[in-house]
């Protein structure tokens, strides 16, 4: 895991130290916030901050797909605007207006970014170089910073939060990230999850890939399911926390939408209650 170099101004508040020197300052196209890092945080489009074409989220790799995340001229800078994509309303997009998105095995106090390897080839983090800017529309400064990752490099963090793009994305307004194993959400402008919305019910399912046998369950707040320890698979409208002991107690399991094996969540055959609301 990588432990925080840089965090949101309100982490820093905690942590008695201020690196976004701008944090809850005005706004302004012209005002900058500086870093520890030489970071510039700035008001405003990539565009309307007259950026360099073919460098920051404009670049381009040899596949021609937009911005590959190690090169030079990509981090030289990122873009931060709040937007609509697809169902989805508001979500962050970078300057390409990708959308941009969170990942729950991750944490935002502090700062931890975990995914790593394999991970981070399938859901590329944002990241921007030492010296860097970050262009803000509709996000506030006060929730922007960057953390120092397994790698060395500085990802961008909204509400304390790492940010990523999705490898499954292509063009602007594509959502195809999101929900995905029920970890990974589009980031709103202060860091929560895009686009969820609380389940009043769900079809618990004894096998993987939603194969019967199943029980249901419904209500809203805490409710205990019929046969415990059996759930590997869950298909559900909404958002609804799992619960591994009856009356919501023990350990816990936040899913958004339909999850088709616990398994990889490691949370199999350990449902025995579940919130809604």
């Not at 399938?122 to 929730?143: C, D, H, L, Q, Y």
Request: hydrophobic fraction near 40%; include cysteine.
């Amino acid at each position: 895991m990588s432990r925080i170099s840089v965090a949101s101004c309100a982490a820093l508040a905690v942590a008695g130290a201020v690196l976004l020197s701008a944090c809850g300052g005005t706004d302004s196209a012209d005002t900058a916030a500086t870093t520890s890092s030489n970071l510039s945080l700035l008001a405003g489009t990539a565009r309307a901050n007259n950026a360099k074409p073919d460098t920051g989220d404009w670049a381009k790799g040899s596949d021609g797909t937009v911005n590959t995340a190690r090169s030079t001229v990509a981090q030289r800078w990122v873009q931060l605007e709040a937007a609509k994509a697809g169902e989805l309303d508001p979500v962050v997009v970078n300057g390409a207006g990708l959308t941009l998105y969170r990942f729950d095995d991750d944490s935002a106090n502090p700062s931890i970014s975990t995914c790593n390897g394999d991970c981070a080839k399938k859901w590329p983090p944002v990241t921007v170089a030492k010296g860097g800017r970050i262009f803000v529309e509709g996000v506030k400064k006060s929730a922007v910073g960057v953390v120092k990752r397994d790698d060395g490099r500085l990802q961008v963090t909204i509400g304390g939060w790492p940010v990523y793009r999705f490898s499954g994305d292509a063009e602007p307004g594509d959502t195809n990230g999101q929900g995905v194993g029920g970890t990974w959400f589009g980031v709103t402008p202060d860091g929560q999850k895009a686009g969820t919305r609380k389940a009043t019910s769900a079809v618990l399912f004894d096998e993987a890939d939603f194969a019967d046998p199943a029980q249901g369950v419904a209500g809203s707040g805490c409710q205990n399911v019929a046969r415990p320890d059996v759930t590997t698979s869950v298909s559900a409208s909404g958002s609804l926390k799992l619960w591994s002991e009856k009356n919501c107690k023990g350990r816990s399991l936040v899913v958004d939408g339909d999850v088709e094996d616990l398994a990889a969540l490691d949370f199999d055959d350990t449902v025995a209650s579940v919130f809604f609301g």
